[in-house]
């Protein structure tokens, strides 16, 4: 079985990124989405969305390249490739493209490239995703609500009332201006917490950096220090990716200074290099690679191993669409432990309309693993083709 086309979808939408008043939901990425197709020549084939800068990651997937080798595009260096071989076909590519790539958008490009090929893997085996990853452990993992802040109290114990009527366990707010003005802060947080009630979990992700007067600055460690003592009031169930990707370190100062608190973080980090080294090194406690960005699941199922041995809870970062959540949902039925999925709630119009059948919230806050023959979710092809601009 050999490649034989690998094509990015980059879909155009009218929605905006946040949260916006008078709306019940929050938006994710609606202006753009990207999708990729990896096809073989015996009718196999694998999708992922890439989250990242779709325009640009479209040409690196499917663009043309240069003829020294580490100036190849994603295209070039697959076609006639087994899909099967895939731990090897990732060290190829990093070298292929390791001149204008190694991070960013060609590693996020990477990582939806790999999650094809292991669906691919899969298929050829005529087995789900999970068998070929190592064995499903559970056939259903509990969901946290995935959202914004919103920019009032009300608004977010509104919200938080929405998602426990639905049925949620948990839920993660994040981003929207939080952690700029401590007053605010408080206000939002007890908001949270009082419609929530004890039994609930609550994770909070202040982002590591905000838009402040329209321009976007890290905050100082002070004023990180300030916010954390302000979250210490509600008793989050972790605290999520609040500092700058390249100063992980800071990580272990903050957990000796706040002992009380759980820090995740990882979907800024990508390789396992990055990542082994946070969670053996950083004073974390639960480690989110993102399967999109992380360089997929190949990466994901090498870090299952250094998280485990150092005692670091996985929690995969799935903020976009129902195709990365079936990926985690996959790959977190495999760990020896798994307490938590991340589920979008705010899917744009573009996130949501991908996929045939959407993945849906049981009674009992739970989603299930999808079942079938490799990925067990179908794209919607006609949604996609009527949202597909050039590329």
């Not at 096809?39 to 663009?63: H, I, K």
């Not at 917490?193 to 002070?222: F, K, Q, S």
């Not at 744009?348 to 989603?367: E, P, Q």
Request: hydrophobic fraction near 45%.
């Amino acid at each position: 079985m050999r490649i034989t086309d690998v094509t990015p979808f980059l879909l155009r939408g009218s929605q905006t990124y946040g949260a916006h008043a008078g709306q019940a939901e929050a938006t994710d990425q609606g202006d753009w989405l990207l999708l990729v197709r990896v096809r073989t020549d015996e009718g196999l084939e694998g999708w992922s969305d890439v989250e990242t800068m779709g325009p640009v990651a479209a040409r690196v997937l499917q663009g043309s390249g240069m003829s020294a080798l580490g100036f190849r595009t994603i295209h070039e260096q697959l076609l006639g490739r087994d899909p099967t071989d895939v731990e090897a076909i990732w060290d190829e590519l990093y070298v292929a493209t390791a001149y204008y790539g190694r991070r960013g958008v060609a590693m996020h490009c990477m990582s939806a490239v790999d999650n094809c090929l292991w669906s691919i893997r899969a298929q050829a085996a005529g087995a789900p995703l999970a068998h070929v990853l190592g064995g499903r452990r559970r056939d259903r993992l509990p969901a946290y609500a995935s959202t914004l802040f919103r920019s009032t109290p009300e608004a977010n114990a509104a919200a938080a009332q929405r998602y426990v009527d639905l049925g949620f366990t948990g839920m993660k707010f994040g981003w929207g201006g939080f952690g700029i003005d401590p007053g605010a802060d408080r206000d939002n947080l007890l908001a949270l917490r009082e419609t929530l009630g004890p039994a609930r979990a609550l994770m909070i992700d202040p982002g590591w950096y905000v838009e402040d007067a329209g321009r976007p600055r890290v905050r100082t460690m002070a004023q990180t220090t300030t916010m954390l003592e302000t979250l210490s009031d509600v008793t989050p169930y972790w605290v999520e990716d609040i500092l700058h990707p390249e100063c992980t370190e800071q990580y272990a100062v903050l957990a000796a200074e706040f002992p009380h608190l759980r820090f995740a973080a990882g979907e800024q980090q990508a390789t396992i290099w990055e990542l082994r080294r946070l969670v053996r090194d950083h004073g974390i406690a639960v480690v989110q690679p993102d399967l999109s960005r992380c360089g997929g699941l190949t990466v994901a199922s090498a870090l299952a191993r250094d998280a485990e041995a150092a005692g670091v809870e996985i929690v995969t970062h799935s903020w976009l669409t129902d195709l990365l959540h079936s990926y985690s949902l996959h790959f977190l039925s495999t760990l020896p432990e798994a307490r938590w999925v991340e589920f979008n709630v705010a899917q744009s119009d573009l996130s949501a309309g991908v996929v045939n059948k959407s993945l849906t919230l049981a009674a009992d806050g739970t989603v299930e693993v999808p079942n079938g023959i490799g990925l067990g979710v179908d794209v919607d092809l006609a949604f996609v083709e009527a949202h597909a601009v050039s590329v």
